[in-house]
């Protein structure tokens, strides 16, 4: 990454939250290793092997480089200051993929489970290779998660893409309000919510509308991350 762009962000204004980070990450020394070894790789050069389809348009099997991923989602459980269990979390990642993320939290030693669609038979070979569950739903602008079983003490959502409209424009305010409301009431008090989204058709993650409303409702923006660690307020005015 260039100089200039990095000394923006240092002095604008999220610069504090990525020293901030950057601060959490050199702190909490986690190494990649030891979740590789937790994978059977003969077992996983198999499914990559299967799915090997050089020059289509979707190039499905990016997914399946495992060191690059594997510490993609290692950065993000130190961002987020995620330690091994004692205590035991259960943990929702929604929009889950090939299941990186959820494999470390259970290496680490805490109860994962993924929610997305049931589209990309990758996924599903991941997520077995890996043994973890998942359940399959879609989200939908005003509409309830399904039953998720016991509370949650952590509920994260990495490069989101549910939040699109199916013409292709992006949740507005209400949209948000309804869905943080929603997964609020399956977490455990003093749970955690932290999504991370997907770049917009304008090349930005959020506008400066929808960042201003993820702070009224006490959420801390870190460019295109957004981190919820106390309770929504009872209302307020879209």
């Known amino acids: 990454m260039q100089i200039g762009i990095k000394l923006r962000k240092l002095t ?3 610069g504090w939250h990525s020293a901030k980070a950057a601060i959490a990450r050199w702190s ?3 190494p990649v290793q030891p979740f590789l070894d937790a994978v059977d790789r003969k077992s996983f050069a198999k499914i990559r092997d299967r799915h090997a389809r050089p020059g289509r348009s979707f190039n ?8 690059g991923w594997m510490k993609v989602n290692v950065k993000r459980v130190r961002n987020q200051r995620i330690r091994a269990a004692p205590p035991r979390l259960r943990v929702l990642d929604i ?12 290496c680490l030693g805490h109860d994962a489970l993924g929610l997305d669609i ?5 996924f599903r070979e991941t997520f077995a290779e890996f043994g973890l569950a998942r359940v399959i ?30 013409g292709g424009t992006d949740w507005g305010q209400v949209e948000w309000d309804f869905f943080l409301r929603d997964v609020e009431t399956h977490l455990k008090p003093g749970g955690l919510m932290q999504f991370e989204l997907n770049v917009r058709r304008d090349g930005r993650h959020m506008d400066t509308e929808l960042q ?5 409702l006490g959420g801390r923006v870190n460019r295109r991350k957004v981190y919820f660690d106390a309770a929504l307020p009872r209302t307020i005015d879209h």
């Open 12 to 14: 604008g204004p999220d």
């Open 118 to 122: 049931d589209a990309q038979q990758i």
């Open 137 to 166: 739903h879609r989200i939908t602008a005003f509409e309830r998660l399904p039953d998720l079983g016991e509370p949650f003490d952590i509920v994260t959502g990495h490069l989101t893409c549910f939040n699109r409209h199916e």
């Open 212 to 216: 201003n409303f993820f702070q009224s």
């Open 28 to 30: 909490y020394r986690l």
């Open 95 to 106: 929009g889950s993929g090939a299941g990186y993320f959820l494999h470390i939290m259970r």
């Open 60 to 67: 499905q099997e990016k997914y399946l480089d495992l060191e």
